[in-house]
């Protein structure tokens, strides 16, 4: 019965392009397990990950030039997860394919702004791969911080760790050494050129560590900041310190509302990430788990003044769900049903340009 079902879904073909870390560990499995989709190609520029990726996920079409996945006409969207997205993005989209794009959308403005222009025109969806803005613990953790009044603070904490101590517990990637060797240099050498072009030349290193940094896993809390209190009036004060490892930002909201941003990495097996938001009376934090921990549940915490003076406090778990699921599960409903992404091309153009605003005022 449950196979009959499957068989009346609407199918997606989807095709990979980039089938690195998340796209082996994250992507790529949901994507087979979806009846909605179908893993119909991947690409990567190295053969012997796309015959990996071929082969441990039953795609037949198998390609190291992303131009020639986009030439076929059986695939209706794609997933980009390459160190660039922008330009196989626009293919994408030129080509009449539906997106879902890692983060970083763009490393600059111009980047993102000809993304969102190439689906527009195109009549396609563009969506940005902001996986926790569909975690039920942030959703419901977001309407409790929206139902305050009298919000004054807001927090961002972020400290993590290299991604390989928690990737090496959970899986093996199959990477091709040999020519991420050969090509590093010149990948980084592009990836400079376009950040420059986002916050000008001439810095020091720092600064562009610092620009990077947010573009990484510090987008997420971006997006995640913006998807509960909207974009800031402006950027007061920034600082990046230790060689680009550690970012403090404070971002005024208007209204006596301010933000403390604060991104920083380490070197030890940690993950520790929240959005917090303050009132008069009560506190609500939400707090994540390593993205690379399959099912692990994100925690909302309540605390709140009874009159009498007794303090309440409350842990929530909302849901075990995958976030990375129920984020294609949504790309899906709005290839197959028509939807407006939450997390579209267009909002992720304005998480590029808070990413240039918060880099930038380190200048002044």
């Known amino acids: 019965m449950a196979r009959e079902e499957a068989a009346r879904v609407r199918q997606v073909k989807i095709g990979v392009i980039g089938c690195g870390e998340i796209a082996q560990w994250m992507h790529l499995p949901f994507l087979t397990e ?22 441990r996920f039953g795609a037949d079409q198998r390609f190291t030039d992303y131009h020639q996945l986009l030439e076929r006409s059986d695939v209706e969207a794609v997933l980009i997860a390459t160190l660039i997205h922008s330009d196989p993005a626009i293919a994408a989209a030129e080509a009449g394919k539906h997106v879902l794009v890692e983060k970083p959308m763009a490393f600059n403005l111009p980047e993102a702004e000809a993304m969102v222009d190439a689906a527009e025109r195109a009549g396609v969806i563009l969506m940005v791969a902001y996986m926790k803005r569909y975690d039920p613990g942030y959703r419901y953790g977001r309407r409790l911080m929206q139902a305050m009044e009298d919000v004054a603070l807001v927090r961002v904490h972020d400290l993590y760790g290299p991604n390989p101590t928690f990737v090496g517990d959970v899986t093996t990637t199959f990477r091709d050494r040999e020519l991420e060797a050969r090509t590093r240099s010149e990948i980084l050498a592009e990836i400079r050129r376009r950040q420059e072009a986002a916050i000008g030349a001439g810095h020091r290193e720092s600064i562009y560590r610092g620009y990077d940094l947010l573009g990484s896993l510090a987008s997420h809390d971006i997006s995640i900041l913006r998807g509960a209190f909207g974009s800031p009036v402006a950027v007061t004060h920034t600082q990046i310190w230790q060689e680009g490892a550690y970012i403090l930002s404070t971002l005024d909201y208007g209204n006596g509302r301010r933000c403390v941003f604060e991104i920083g990495t380490t070197r030890k097996k940690e993950f520790d990430e929240e959005l917090a938001a303050f009132g008069w009376n009560n506190t609500v934090r939400i707090r994540f788990p390593s993205p690379y921990v399959k099912y692990a549940p994100t925690i909302v915490e309540t605390m709140e003044q009874e009159e009498g003076g007794a303090l309440v406090q409350r842990t929530i778990t909302a849901s075990y769900e995958e976030s990375f699921r129920r984020e294609l599960e949504h790309f899906y409903q709005c290839v197959a049903e028509g939807r407006e992404p939450e997390t579209s091309g267009r909002e992720g153009l304005e998480d ?6 918060i880099a930038t005022a380190a200048l002044r």
């Open 34 to 55: 979806l009846p909605g989709f179908e893993v119909a190609a991947v690409c990567d520029i190295s053969r012997r990950v796309v015959q990996y990726a071929g082969d």
């Open 352 to 357: 590029v340009r808070l990413q240039i605003g």
